[in-house]
C-alpha cells in the first residue's frame, strides 16, 4: 500500500493541535506505532480556541492542501470552552471558504482526544485520501497570480 | 520588537535516538538542509540528544558559536522539552530560545516511507527554524504550592496514599463517597497468593487514617466543584446528609435495633444484596468513621413524615437529627490524588451466562462475602436458597474481560481471585469446583506458585471459554443443576458440565463516576475510560493536569499490592511538589496592550476563569495573569491584535505555518 | 506660510471608483483655499482638463502627492497607477478601493465571464440578442477603436504599484484628508513609508458611545430591518453585525452615530492582514450555542458571510479572491 502512495502525490496538510488532546494523542499513534500518512504537518497550539481563522488562511494561501484542526471532544475542553469557540469560528470560515470556491473537504475540524491514537491515525488517513480525490490545491497560484 | 534587530543565530540539531528516528528518517540530510537555511550557523547530527554528552553540545555551541537560538528535532516536547530547556539555560541563554520538533512521534514512529519522512522533518525543522527567530526570552513564574493534599476515594490506594502523606507531616483531606472508608478490599475475604485475611490487613489501616492527626476524613461525601491551579486548588465537596451527627454518634447500634423495622428489610449495599439492611444501618461492623447513616430513599421519616422516630428517641445522645442538609465544604489543596477506584462488571449484560435468570448464578463478589467468616452467611457456602450446600460449582473466567462484546482489556486480578475463590469454596464446601478459563494469568510474586498449589489440590481447570450457563437438563441426572458448555481446548471437544452453583469471574470497569471526575479535575481518560497517565512509563501516577496524581484501579484494573504501590508513587509525587514549596509555571499567559486595546470587551465574554476585566477609566480591559490558564481563546477573537499570548505569539504560528510550506 | 516655498504639486486620479472620494476631496470646502495656496492642482481628470499625455511628458517625480482613488481593475487602471507611480514622490492609495479593493473588489467574487454575462446578457435591463461584449480592439470604417482590457482580478493598488501612504476610507473623511495634507505642506515628519495616515490607531469601539452590557452571547444575528435599534446598546450585542470591533477608527464612528452598523471601510489595524477573518473569529466567538445544529441555526442568520465580512476588502485579503 505505501509503495503506491509514495508513487503518488502527497497533500500537504497543516495541522493545529491542542496540546491537551490531538497533540497527545499523536505522541500515542506514535508511542503506538500506528502507521499513517506522512501528510500532515503538526502545530501545537494549548487550545484548539486559539487558532485564529487568519491562520487558517494563511495556510491556504501559501500552499496547504488541506488545514486540519485537532481539539478536545465537547464537554471535555482542558479550558472548559475553547473547543466551542474553535467549533463556532469552524463553521463561520467553512460558510466563507465555500463561497470563496474552495473545497469545504480542504478544511475539516476532529475531536480526537488524548487516548484517541486510532481515531487520529484514521483522520489523517481519511483526510489524506479526500484530499487525493480533490488534488492538489490551487488557492496558492491564485492568491499570487494576478490574472489580468 | 528587538529581537528581529538582534542578529539570529541559531544552532541545529536532530536526534537519532537510536534507531528510532534515524532508521526512519535521513538525519544526516536533514542536518544538511538545515545547515543552509537562513539564520542557522550550526547544524548537527548527533545520537542521543537527550544525553549528557548531547546536552553538552548544545552548551559547548552556545558559547563558542554565540548562538542565540536553539533548535531540537527529536521527540516529542511533551517528553524532552525540559529537558532541552535546561541545557539552553545552563549555557546562560534564555530557556523559551529554545524550540523542539517532534520528529519521532510525529514522523519516524508512524511512516514507513522514509523519503516522505524526511520530507517531513525538513518541512517541520523549517517550520522551527522560521519560529524560533521570533521567540522571546520569558521567565517562568513563581508560585507558591499550598501544603495541603486532597485525595478522593477512600479504598485502599487511597489509604495508603493519605496515610504515606499523613505520615510525611502534610495535612490531608480524605473525600469517600459512601459511609465508610475501605472500598472494595473491605469486602473481601482473603487475599491472593497470601491468604491472608483482607479485614485484618486492613480495618487497621482505616482506624489508623480515622486517628491520624493529619488527615481530615470526609466520608459519605462527594467532590463537586474544582477551580485553581496546580499548588493552589479551590474544592468543593458536598457532604451528603446522614442524618445522623458524626461528632455525636458512637457507634451503639441503639438506633438500628429500636428502628421502626425489626428486620432488615433492604439490601445491603456491602453484602451485594445477600442481606437485608434497616433504613437506619452501619455498614459493617469495622466501618469507619463507626457512624450510622439514616438512607432517606428507604427510611419511612422521609417517605411518609408518619414515623414515630424510635430511633431517634433511643440515641441517648441525640444524634439523630432529621433536618441535615447536603453541607458544601470548600478545602484549599496544593495537590490531588485520585484514587476512586473501579466498578465491578455487571454480570447481567453477560446474558449468556445467566445471572439474574438463575438464582444459582452468582458474581465473584458475592461470593467473596459467602465465603466471608463475617458475611452474611457467617462463612457457609449456600446457594441463593439459603439452605442448600452446593456440590459442584464452576467458576467462569473473563466475564467481562477479553471479550469483543463486553470489554476487550484483561481485568488481570481475575485469574487470581478465581483461584483464590476455589480455593476457599473447597476449603469451605468440599464441592467439586472446575474453573472454565482462557489463559491463565498469573504475573505476580508468589502468583504462579499459587496456581501451582491449586493445581495440586484436586480442583479441576478447563481451558476454553464458557460458551453459555442454562438449565436445560437432557439427563435425569442433570435436572435441577446449571449446566455449563464450553469448549475444552485441552482435549479438543465441548463439555457440558452440570454444577450446583456457576460463579461468574467478572472483570473491572471505570467507575460509573468516572467521566464526572474526569471533567471536574480536568484530566483525561484512556480509551476504555480509565484515568489516563501522563506517560505510560515515566510518568504512570502523573496526568496531564499538573498537581493532579492518580492510584489504583481508577487508572486500570490493577491488585491490591499494585495499588498500595502507586498510591505510595502518587504520595511520593505529590509530597515532591508539596516539598519544593512552589511550582514553575509555564509562562503561556496572555496580555493586553493597552495602546491597542479599543474596551470592546469582546474578550471579556471569552475568558471562562474571568481573568479579564474591563476598566472604564482606562477604557481598556486587562488580563489578570494570575487567573490566566493560557488557552489564548481571546487572543483569537481580539479584532485590534491588543492581546498577545506568550510562547504562542500571532507572529510566532505565522512564522511556524509559513515555515512549514514555503520551501 | 507657503508663499516663500515653491507650491506642492498634487494630482488626483480614479481607478474603478464610484467616484465619492473624488467628491470627498470636493468636500474640503473653503478649506480648498488653503490648499490652492500651497499648491498646484496638475492632474485630477473629474475637474481639470489635463490629458495623459501631459502626464506623460511630465518630468520624473514631478508632482509631489498623488491620490490614487479607486481599485485597479483594467488595463487603463494600470497604466495611469504606474505611470502616476513614475512621476510622484508620495503616492497614497485613497480611500477603501485603493487601499484594500473596495466595493468594486466584491467582483472577485465572479469570473469576468460571469459579470459579462451578468452586465451584457442578463441584467434586467439588457436586451443583447447578438451577445456582444466590449472588445478591446474595434476596427470601424474610420478606423480601429480600443477600450481597456478589463482585467479578470480587481487589485489594490499596491498590488499594481508601490504605495507610500494608505489613507482609508469610503470615502475618506475629508477632515482627515486636509490633516494629511497640511502635514506635507509644513514639513512636518512623516510617519514610515507603509503606513496608513489620516486615521486612528485603534478599533472603532475606541470612540463608539454605545454601552457594553456583556450580557449572554448572541443566539442570532439580525438584518437592520428585522428589529428596532435600541439606539444604545452596542450593535453587536444586539445581533446587528457590527464590524466595529475589527476596523480601525478615525471616521469618527460615523455609522454607528447614525445608528448603522460599521462595514469596516477604514480596514484593520496594522499587523492585521485579513480584517475578514479577524472579525468573523470576534463574532463567531460571541455566539452563544453550543451545539452543531444550533449553531448552525444562528450562523444562517449571517447572510452572505464573505461579502460581509469582506464588503471593502477582498482583493485585500489573505485569500483575495474567489478560485474559479
Not at chain 2, 537555511?37 to 552556545?62: F, H, T, W
Not at chain 2, 529554545?98 to 517531513?120: D, L, P
Request: with cysteine.
Amino acid at each position: 500500500m505505501t509503495n503506491m502512495n509514495t508513487e503518488q502525490w502527497s497533500p500537504k496538510i497543516v495541522a493545529f493541535f491542542c496540546n491537551w488532546c490531538t497533540y497527545t494523542a499523536s505522541d500515542l499513534a506514535g508511542v503506538s506505532r500506528l502507521r499513517y500518512a506522512p501528510s500532515t504537518r503538526v502545530i501545537r497550539v494549548m487550545c484548539s480556541g486559539r487558532i485564529d481563522p487568519e491562520f487558517i488562511m494563511e495556510a491556504f494561501a501559501k500552499g496547504a492542501d488541506g488545514v486540519l484542526i485537532g481539539g478536545c471532544h465537547p464537554g471535555d475542553c482542558h479550558y472548559s470552552e475553547g473547543n466551542y469557540k474553535c467549533l463556532r469560528r469552524y463553521d463561520l470560515l467553512q460558510r466563507y471558504i465555500e463561497q470563496m470556491g474552495i473545497d469545504t473537504r480542504r478544511l475539516r475540524l476532529e475531536w480526537i482526544s488524548a487516548a484517541e491514537g486510532k481515531k487520529l491515525q484514521e483522520v489523517v488517513n481519511e483526510m489524506t485520501n479526500t484530499l487525493k480525490e480533490i488534488g492538489p490545491s490551487k488557492i496558492k497560484h491564485v492568491v499570487e497570480t494576478i490574472e489580468k | 520588537m528587538s529581537n528581529q534587530k538582534e542578529e539570529i543565530r541559531i544552532g541545529y540539531y536532530v536526534c537519532h535516538c537510536g534507531h528510532n528516528i534515524a532508521g526512519v528518517i535521513d538525519v544526516k540530510s536533514v542536518a544538511e538542509y538545515c545547515a543552509k537555511l537562513p539564520n542557522v550557523v550550526v547544524a548537527r547530527e548527533y545520537k542521543y540528544m537527550c544525553s549528557d554528552p548531547g546536552q553538552e553540545l548544545i552548551q559547548k555551541d552556545i558559547k563558542e558559536l554565540n548562538l542565540n537560538r536553539v533548535v531540537v528535532a527529536s521527540c516529542s516536547p511533551l517528553l524532552h522539552e525540559s529537558t532541552f530547556r535546561g541545557a539552553t539555560s545552563k549555557a546562560g541563554l534564555n530557556q523559551f530560545y529554545m524550540q523542539m520538533v517532534n520528529i519521532r512521534e510525529n514522523a519516524s514512529w508512524v511512516h514507513e516511507s522514509k523519503e516522505e519522512a524526511t520530507e517531513k522533518a525538513k518541512d517541520l525543522s523549517r517550520a522551527a527554524i522560521h519560529r524560533v527567530a521570533f521567540n522571546k526570552a520569558l521567565e517562568k513564574k513563581k508560585v507558591p504550592v499550598n501544603p495541603t493534599a486532597l485525595v478522593v476515594g477512600g479504598g485502599i490506594a487511597g489509604i495508603a496514599a493519605a496515610m504515606s502523606l499523613a505520615n510525611a507531616g502534610k495535612k490531608v483531606y480524605l473525600v469517600e463517597k459512601d459511609p465508610t472508608i475501605g472500598g472494595y478490599m473491605a469486602k473481601f475475604d482473603k487475599t491472593f497468593p497470601t491468604l491472608d485475611c483482607a479485614a485484618c490487613i486492613l480495618t487497621p489501616k482505616m482506624s489508623s487514617v480515622l486517628k491520624h492527626p493529619n488527615i481530615t476524613l470526609l466520608s459519605y461525601s462527594e467532590v463537586s466543584e474544582v477551580e485553581g491551579y496546580v499548588g493552589n486548588y479551590k474544592i468543593k465537596v458536598t457532604r451528603k446528609p446522614r442524618y445522623v451527627k458524626e461528632e455525636l454518634c458512637v457507634g451503639c447500634y441503639d438506633c438500628i435495633t429500636a428502628c421502626t423495622f425489626k428486620e432488615g428489610k433492604f439490601p445491603d449495599e456491602f453484602n451485594f444484596g445477600l442481606s437485608k439492611r434497616k433504613p437506619v444501618y452501619i455498614p459493617f461492623p469495622q466501618a469507619t468513621p463507626l457512624v450510622a447513616v439514616i438512607d432517606e430513599k428507604t427510611c419511612i421519616h422521609f417517605k411518609t413524615g408518619k414515623c414515630p422516630q424510635t430511633c431517634a428517641k433511643a440515641c441517648e445522645r441525640n444524634a439523630i437529627d432529621f433536618t441535615q442538609k447536603p453541607e458544601v465544604v470548600e478545602l484549599n489543596v496544593g495537590v490531588v490524588i485520585l484514587t476512586t477506584g473501579f466498578q465491578p462488571f455487571d454480570a447481567k449484560k453477560a446474558s449468556n451466562y445467566g445471572y439474574g435468570k438463575y438464582p444459582n448464578v452468582f458474581t465473584s463478589l458475592e461470593v467473596e462475602r459467602l465465603v466471608n467468616a463475617s458475611g452474611p452467611t457467617e462463612g457457609h457456602v449456600v446457594l441463593r436458597d439459603g439452605v442448600t450446600h452446593p456440590k459442584s460449582i464452576g467458576i467462569i473466567h473473563c466475564v467481562g474481560s477479553r471479550d469483543e462484546k463486553t470489554n476487550k482489556w484483561c481485568s488481570r486480578v481475575c485469574c487470581m481471585y478465581s483461584l483464590k475463590l476455589a480455593h476457599l469454596l473447597k476449603e469451605h464446601s468440599g464441592a467439586e469446583i472446575y474453573n472454565f478459563y482462557i489463559d491463565m494469568r498469573t504475573p505476580g510474586k508468589g502468583y504462579e506458585e499459587f496456581y501451582d498449589k491449586l493445581l495440586n489440590e484436586g480442583v479441576q481447570f478447563i481451558r476454553g471459554r464458557v460458551a453459555e450457563v442454562n438449565d436445560w437438563a437432557t439427563t435425569p441426572e442433570e435436572k435441577g443443576k446449571l449446566l455449563i458448555r464450553a469448549e475444552d481446548t485441552m482435549i479438543g471437544m465441548v463439555r457440558r458440565i452440570p454444577v450446583d452453583m456457576v460463579v461468574l469471574a467478572v472483570g473491572l470497569e471505570p467507575g460509573k463516576d468516572a467521566q464526572e471526575i474526569r471533567k471536574m479535575f480536568n484530566i483525561s481518560c484512556s480509551n476504555e475510560g480509565f484515568f489516563l497517565e501522563r506517560h505510560p512509563k515515566l510518568a504512570p501516577v502523573d496526568t496531564f493536569t499538573e498537581g493532579v496524581f492518580i492510584a489504583g484501579a481508577c487508572q486500570g484494573p490493577k491488585d491490591i499490592p499494585d495499588s498500595v504501590a502507586q498510591a505510595g508513587a502518587a504520595a511520593a509525587q505529590a509530597l515532591a511538589l508539596i516539598d519544593t514549596g512552589h511550582v514553575e509555571l509555564e509562562p503561556n499567559t496572555a496580555f493586553i496592550t493597552e495602546e491597542r486595546c479599543c474596551g470592546c470587551q469582546v474578550c471579556v465574554a471569552m475568558c471562562p476563569y474571568t481573568a479579564i476585566s474591563f476598566d472604564p477609566v482606562k477604557k481598556a480591559s486587562s488580563i489578570n495573569e494570575a487567573l490566566c490558564k493560557g488557552c489564548g481563546t481571546c487572543v483569537a477573537a481580539c479584532g485590534s491584535n491588543a492581546i498577545t499570548q506568550n510562547l504562542f505569539t500571532d507572529v510566532e504560528i505565522m512564522s511556524e505555518i509559513d515555515g512549514i510550506l514555503i520551501n | 506660510m507657503g508663499n516663500d516655498k515653491p507650491k506642492l504639486k498634487l494630482a488626483v486620479y480614479w481607478g474603478a471608483a464610484c467616484g465619492g472620494c473624488c467628491v470627498s476631496v470636493l468636500d474640503v470646502h473653503e478649506k480648498l483655499f488653503d490648499v490652492v495656496a500651497n499648491a498646484d492642482l496638475v492632474f485630477w481628470p473629474i475637474a481639470l482638463d489635463v490629458k495623459y499625455k501631459d502626464v506623460e511628458e511630465m518630468p520624473d517625480q514631478h508632482i509631489d502627492v498623488t491620490l490614487f482613488n479607486g481599485a485597479v481593475r483594467n488595463s487603463e487602471n494600470e497604466h495611469i497607477a504606474k505611470l502616476l507611480r513614475q512621476k510622484t514622490k508620495i503616492m497614497i492609495a485613497y480611500g477603501s478601493c485603493a487601499h484594500m479593493g473596495g466595493i468594486p473588489g466584491l467582483a472577485n467574487f465572479s469570473t469576468k465571464e460571469e459579470l459579462y454575462k451578468r452586465v451584457y446578457e442578463d441584467s434586467e435591463s439588457t436586451e443583447n440578442a447578438q451577445k456582444v461584449y466590449p472588445q478591446t480592439e474595434t476596427t470601424i470604417a474610420e478606423g480601429k477603436l480600443t477600450l481597456p482590457n478589463f482585467y479578470k482580478d480587481v487589485c489594490t493598488l499596491d498590488q499594481i504599484v508601490d504605495v507610500d501612504y494608505y489613507l482609508p476610507g469610503c470615502p475618506p473623511q475629508t477632515e482627515r484628508l486636509v490633516e494629511v495634507f497640511m502635514a506635507v505642506v509644513t514639513g512636518a515628519e512623516l510617519p514610515p513609508k507603509g503606513s496608513v495616515i489620516g486615521a486612528g490607531s485603534k478599533v472603532q469601539c475606541d470612540e463608539c458611545k454605545r454601552e457594553k452590557v456583556n450580557k449572554s452571547g448572541i443566539t442570532r444575528f439580525y438584518r437592520t430591518w428585522e428589529k428596532e435599534d435600541d439606539g444604545k446598546t452596542c450593535l453587536n450585542e444586539q445581533g446587528f453585525l457590527c464590524m466595529g470591533p475589527a476596523t480601525r477608527n478615525g471616521c469618527g464612528v460615523r455609522c454607528v452615530e447614525g445608528n448603522a452598523p460599521c462595514r469596516g471601510c477604514y480596514g484593520p489595524l496594522d499587523g492585521i492582514p485579513d480584517p475578514g477573518a479577524k472579525m468573523m473569529s470576534a463574532i463567531a466567538s460571541m455566539l452563544n450555542e453550543k451545539e452543531e445544529g444550533d449553531i448552525q441555526k444562528a450562523l444562517d442568520t449571517v447572510v452572505d458571510p464573505a461579502g460581509t465580512f469582506y464588503r471593502f476588502s477582498l482583493p485585500g485579503s489573505i485569500l483575495r479572491r474567489k478560485q474559479s
